[in-house]
């Protein structure tokens, strides 16, 4: 059964500071990686997907990196900003097409 | 529309009541995707289909649970005789088939139902 896990839980840094969140996944048979947006009481918000066959994408000051044999991904953020304040949540895309999604980091920036 | 819509955005009911959640995917998508997310944790697979077909109902926790989707577009997601522990958001994905490595979810803003 594919398990997902989220590390840290939660993270509060100052404005400006780069951050890596973590991702890791127990069954490497995937076909996608999702790395999602959640801000409080609202739906979820696609930030990069990353192909099983890539190894990384980029969108502005976010990257996500895939080492699907490892069963890891990050997701750094650069110079961040209080408005990045979200729970983040990493989903991989497994046979069936079905998300497996981890539990999420609650992420805070302090202005 | 430009996104998925779900309806109602807030549902209080009371327990025995059901309810009909109500998604319509973004226009073309042919996959729909129903997921249940409960406080503090990330949202957990109901039921997918492709068009009108419900190909994986393997995350429905009982069979007070029925969705379905008849015209291949919205989606109706129904809860009968409804308990507390069914208090949670419902969320709806809709995704364009391009290929299983490519497809890339997108999601409503989700229902929060309150059972009381």
């Known amino acids: 059964k594919q398990e997902v896990t989220q590390i840290p839980a939660a993270l509060s840094v100052p404005e400006g500071e780069n951050l890596v969140l973590n991702c890791s996944f127990t069954d490497s048979a995937i076909y996608n990686l999702q790395w999602f947006r959640q801000d409080p009481g609202k739906g979820l918000t696609s930030l990069l997907l990353?192909?099983?066959?890539?190894r990384e994408q980029t969108s502005g000051r976010l990257n996500a990196s895939l080492d699907k044999s490892s069963g890891r991904s990050t997701l750094y953020i650069a110079a961040s900003q209080p408005g990045d304040s979200a729970t983040y949540l990493c989903?991989?895309?497994?046979?069936?097409?079905?998300?497996?999604f981890g539990a999420g980091t609650i992420l805070r920036v302090k202005s | 529309g430009a996104g998925v819509s779900q309806s109602p955005r807030y549902k209080v009911a009371k327990r025995g009541q059901d309810v009909a959640l109500r998604c319509d995917p973004i226009s073309g998508h042919v996959s729909l995707f129903w997921y249940q997310q409960a406080l503090g944790q990330g949202p957990e697979f109901l039921t997918y289909f492709q068009n009108e077909a419900q190909l994986d109902k393997s995350g429905l926790p009982s069979d007070r649970f029925f969705a379905e989707r008849p015209e291949g577009s919205v989606s109706t997601l129904k809860i009968q005789r409804t308990q507390q522990e069914d208090s949670a958001v419902y969320l709806c994905?809709?995704?364009?088939?391009?290929?299983?490595?490519?497809?890339?979810?997108?999601f409503g803003q989700g229902t929060r139902l309150t059972v009381v």
């Open positions: 994905a809709s995704s364009f088939q391009e290929g299983f490595q490519r497809t890339e979810a997108f």
């Open positions: 990353i192909q099983s066959s890539q």
């Open positions: 989903a991989v895309r497994r046979i069936g097409n079905k998300l497996v």
